[in-house]
């Protein structure tokens, strides 16, 4: 870090090869596409080694860089309009449980299906499973209400249920 500060090259190096691949995978999960994955890591990385001396020696290199990552996906998918339907509350229902043991779902099968999705539903799913997202705090993030969030989260869910059963049949 305090090489990086000097401007050592090496050291900047160093902390892209450190980072690079995990918050990669973040964006590959929010664009849903490698080519504009790499764009977005790239743009996120230039902040990042722009702002070095922003950020606080007792903060948390990892959650600071993770935060402009995603702050990148989001102007990514901000730019390409991604719709996030609106819900009133009367419209959210709660959640019904579903015993997914009976489910056989495959990494790849699940991959696959959040791929899929529509770039709202996955926006909000990735934002809460995956990047550990409050429901309140991707409602910020997103410029929606929260009860939209649950049900965008809510609805992908059920999605990549449907898209997983219809995969293991075929197979």
């Known amino acids: 870090m305090v090489r990086c500060r000097k401007g050592d090259v090496r050291a900047y190096r160093e902390l892209y090869e450190a980072y690079s691949k995990a918050m990669f995978n973040i964006c590959l999960r929010m664009t849903g596409h490698?080519?504009?994955?790499e764009d977005v890591l790239q743009e996120a990385f230039v902040q990042v080694f722009k702002n070095l001396d922003k950020l606080?020696?007792?903060?948390?290199?990892?959650?600071?860089?993770?935060?402009?990552v995603v702050n990148?996906?989001?102007?990514?998918?901000r730019k390409k309009k991604v719709y996030f339907e609106e819900v009133g509350e009367a419209e959210f229902e709660e959640?019904?449980?579903?015993?997914?043991?009976?489910?056989?779902?495959?990494?790849?099968?699940?991959?696959?299906?959040?791929?899929q999705l529509p770039d709202g539903y996955r926006t909000v799913l990735n934002l809460y499973l995956f990047?550990?997202?409050?429901?309140?705090?991707?409602?910020?993030?997103?410029?929606?209400?929260?009860?939209?969030?649950?049900?965008q989260y809510m609805r992908a869910k059920e999605r990549v249920r449907q898209l997983v059963k219809i995969k293991t049949r075929e197979v």
Do not use: F, N, P, Q
């Open 95 to 115: 959640e019904e449980r579903v015993d997914e043991s009976e489910h056989t779902m495959t990494v790849a099968a699940v991959k696959e299906a959040i791929s």
């Open 56 to 68: 606080a020696t007792d903060s948390s290199l990892t959650a600071w860089i993770k935060r402009i």
């Open 34 to 37: 490698s080519a504009d994955a």
């Open 131 to 151: 990047e550990e997202y409050s429901h309140r705090e991707i409602a910020a993030l997103l410029g929606i209400s929260e009860s939209t969030v649950k049900t």
């Open 72 to 77: 990148h996906c989001l102007s990514y998918l």
